[in-house]
Structure formats: structure tokens, C-alpha cells
T-cell receptor, first 114, second 111 residues
Framework: KAGVTQTPRYLIKTRGQQVTLSCSPISGHRSVSWYQQTPGQGLQFLFE???????NKGNFPGRFSGRQFSNSRSEMNVSTLELGDSALYLCASSEGQGGHNEQFFGPGTRLTVL | SQQGEEDPQALSIQEGENATMNCSYKTSINNLQWYRQNSGRGLVHLILIRSNEREKHSGRLRVTLDTSKKSSSLLITASRAADTASYFCATAYQAGTALIFGKGTTLSVSS
């Protein structure tokens, strides 16, 4: 099976812009979780989607949003970008809902906000 | 916020030596997982240990779990240069909840 794919791999934006990141899970996986990774804060959980519904949500402002489509592909959107949003954004998929399942990670999208 | 905290933050060893990393967590858990990340790439799942298990092996990896102390350890035996990476523990406090990661241990294995 193909692994988790994320597009784009690299992105450069300026403050105030918005960005959409995409994640395609492993075939048959219905859960997609998103994480933000920065040197200072480490891996921070953003949200999890399962069967097109948000099931878990981390402690991020409303500028961070996501959705999941019927084919389990997921997108996350960040509006009104701030410098502090520069990070590696990782998505992970799993067969079942919830973090207690083994997670399969994509390579990440490196977002730089100037 | 982080649930787990790894110790040490960084570890440097020679090839052939064993590497031990520790993880402490705050609340009761459903299971504990260890992941590896090679420089700026995606994470790879290493091992999952359930709350009712005390020890688990996978190849050169040995994981222990002490729920009374809320701690876990990851032992990599006979380390290789290819083991150079960051290692994270992650926990979900009950089934269905989010997987929360610690800040990781950076392991450097030199030949």
C-alpha cells in the first residue's frame, strides 16, 4: 500500500495570508490527525478527523481548521498567518479512531511564514 | 500540552553501545507508543505497549512500562549509526482520545 502523502512538501507564505495543506491517508484508513512541530514546542496535536467528523481537538486558535472528505483525504487551513505558524505540519492516519491506534505519518509540509 | 517527558533530552554514544531513553507521563493511559524521527522527516512507529503489559521486545528494541511510576523506557541494544534520530514517547489516556507526544530524546550514534 502507498504510504501517507502530504502536499505540498514546502511552502513559503507571508504574514496575513492563508494556507491549505493536504493529506492523503493510507488506503482503508479512516482517521487522519494533524500535528504541528516546532523546535520550541515540539509536536503539538491539532485535531483528528474520523468519518468526516472532528473527533479530537488540540489547543490551537480558531485560525486553524480542518476537514475530511468522504474518501478520507483531509485538509487543514490556517488563516491570517503569523510568523509563529512557521513549522513542520505532519499528518498521520490510522485504521481506527483515536490516538491509541498505531499512527502512520506522512513526510510533512514545511511551512515558512515571512 | 505535553503528556510525556523524555529523559535525557540528548544522548551521544558509540556504535555497539546500548542506548536507554526514559519517558514519564502524568495521567493514566490506555497505551504508550514510541516513535522515531529522522532529521525533519515524518515519524515512524516503533512499538506499542498496552497499560497491562510490562515489557515488550521488537528486534533490538526493548520497552518497559511501569504504570505505578507512570514511566516507560526504551532500550536500543548494539546501536548503529543508522539509529541516529529523535525518539518520542506518546500516550493516549483512553481509547478514542488524542495521541500526545513528549518532546523527545535526540540520539546520536557515532562510528
Amino acid at each position: 500500500k502507498a504510504g501517507v502523502t502530504q502536499t505540498p512538501r514546502y511552502l513559503i507564505k507571508t504574514r496575513g495570508q492563508q494556507v491549505t495543506l493536504s493529506c492523503s491517508p493510507i488506503s482503508g484508513h479512516r482517521s487522519v490527525s494533524w500535528y504541528q512541530q516546532t523546535p520550541g514546542q515540539g509536536l503539538q496535536f491539532l485535531f483528528e478527523y474520523f468519518s468526516e467528523t472532528q473527533r479530537n481537538k488540540g489547543n490551537f486558535p480558531g485560525r486553524f481548521s480542518g476537514r475530511q472528505f468522504s474518501n478520507s483525504r483531509s485538509e487543514m487551513n490556517v488563516s491570517t498567518l503569523e510568523l509563529g505558524d512557521s513549522a513542520l505540519y505532519l499528518c498521520a492516519s490510522s485504521e481506527g479512531q483515536g490516538g491509541h491506534n498505531e499512527q502512520f505519518f506522512g513526510p510533512g509540509t514545511r511551512l515558512t511564514v515571512l | 500540552s505535553q503528556q510525556g517527558e523524555e529523559d535525557p533530552q540528548a544522548l551521544s554514544i558509540q556504535e555497539g553501545e546500548n542506548a536507554t531513553m526514559n519517558c514519564s507521563y502524568k495521567t493514566s493511559i490506555n497505551n504508550l507508543q514510541w516513535y522515531r524521527q529522522n532529521s525533519g522527516r515524518g515519524l515512524v512507529h516503533l512499538i506499542l505497549i498496552r497499560s497491562n503489559e510490562r515489557e515488550k521486545h521488537s528486534g533490538r528494541l526493548r520497552v518497559t512500562l511501569d504504570t505505578s511510576k507512570k514511566s516507560s523506557s526504551l532500550l536500543i541494544t548494539a546501536s548503529r549509526a543508522a539509529d541516529t534520530a529523535s525518539y518520542f514517547c506518546a500516550t493516549a489516556y483512553q481509547a478514542g482520545t488524542a495521541l500526545i507526544f513528549g518532546k523527545g530524546t535526540t540520539l546520536s550514534v557515532s562510528s
